[in-house]
């Protein structure tokens, strides 16, 4: 089951939260703040769907909530919902131009105020839903190369700053053509996904990234991974990739589906280009010294 999606109530009238909070509570997990400091800390901490903020209060007004919410990128994204006494159409207009989502006047309806709720929510799940496909390989369902690159930058960056190991192999099914000439396309994209999930289980760290980089090659990014832990990993991939046993009859490597692996980890001074052309060297290596292995590059 999903879990429910969070709202925070900010608002400086216990009233009114209570009143709200009774009204969410059964379809959402609910969130309360008395004052807009408490709202920001606690939109940082829990991340909520939706906030449902008071303009009028006493410490920051809603509209200076909101300014820092969207200058914090934790928070950015945030979809807002002013609920205030003010009345006015050029304090709903202002609202509106620092980005919140809607407005509801009070005293509130509390049938407008689940309406509006349930709509805009719906709205975040169809926004997430398109941000995840768009980062998403259709035929194997692990993260595409548009999802590995921003993924790579980011643990690069890390990397460099907290001096940790970051490496990178990519995985190349052997004679696949062959077996797409063999056992016809529909079946080499049953073996594609099967080798998909075999790499996506074998790695088990949670910023461990598996990702389809183009056509039947996939690439393992591992943060924080040194070459022996690394290698290990590819190791794994393989050993399980020869229980699974898929038959294949036209390969001139063994007759079952099997891997080719190159591996590198970075070097001082190294950059993102040089660390993922190490990478390829190697599984080239790996092809001419006759596929089914992995190689890694060595330490200097």
């Not at 099914?173 to 099967?194: E, M, S, V, W």
């Not at 088990?204 to 996939?218: C, N, Q, S, T």
């Amino acid at each position: 089951m999903n879990p429910l999606q969070k709202v925070l109530v900010a608002d400086d009238d216990p009233t009114n939260r209570a009143v709200l909070a009774e009204l969410l509570k059964p379809e959402y997990t609910v969130l309360l703040a008395k004052d807009g400091t408490q709202a920001l800390e606690r939109a940082a901490r829990h991340v909520p769907d939706l906030v449902l903020l008071d303009v009028m209060m006493p410490d920051l007004d809603g509209f200076e909530v909101l300014r820092r919410l969207r200058a914090d990128p934790r928070t950015a994204d945030i979809a807002v919902i002013f609920v205030s006494g003010l009345g006015r159409p050029e304090d709903e207009a202002q609202g509106l131009k620092l980005g919140a989502a809607d407005y509801i006047a009070k005293p509130f309806n509390a049938t407008v105020v689940m309406a509006r709720v349930a709509l805009h929510l719906q709205m975040v799940r169809q926004r997430r839903m398109l941000e995840h496909l768009a980062h998403v390989d259709g035929l194997t369902e692990l993260a595409n190369r548009r999802r590995f690159d921003e993924v790579f930058a980011a643990e690069f960056v890390r990397a460099r700053k907290r001096a940790t190991p970051l490496s990178v192999a990519l995985l190349d099914i052997d004679a696949f053509k062959q077996y797409n000439d063999h056992y016809g396309h529909p079946a080499g994209d049953r073996a594609l996904r099967a080798v998909a999930r075999t790499a996506a289980a074998c790695v088990r760290r949670p910023g461990d990234l598996a990702a389809r980089y183009g056509g039947e090659e996939l690439v393992l990014l591992m943060p924080e991974a040194d070459a022996g832990v690394a290698r290990a990993v590819v190791d794994r991939v393989r050993d399980a990739l020869d229980r699974l046993a898929i038959g294949h009859e036209a390969s001139p490597v063994a007759p079952v589906l099997t891997v080719s692996a190159g591996g590198a980890t970075l070097l001082p001074g190294e950059d993102t280009t040089a660390l993922f052309a190490a990478a390829d060297a190697h599984l080239y290596r790996a092809k001419q010294a006759g596929r089914n292995r992995v190689v890694w590059r060595s330490a200097p």
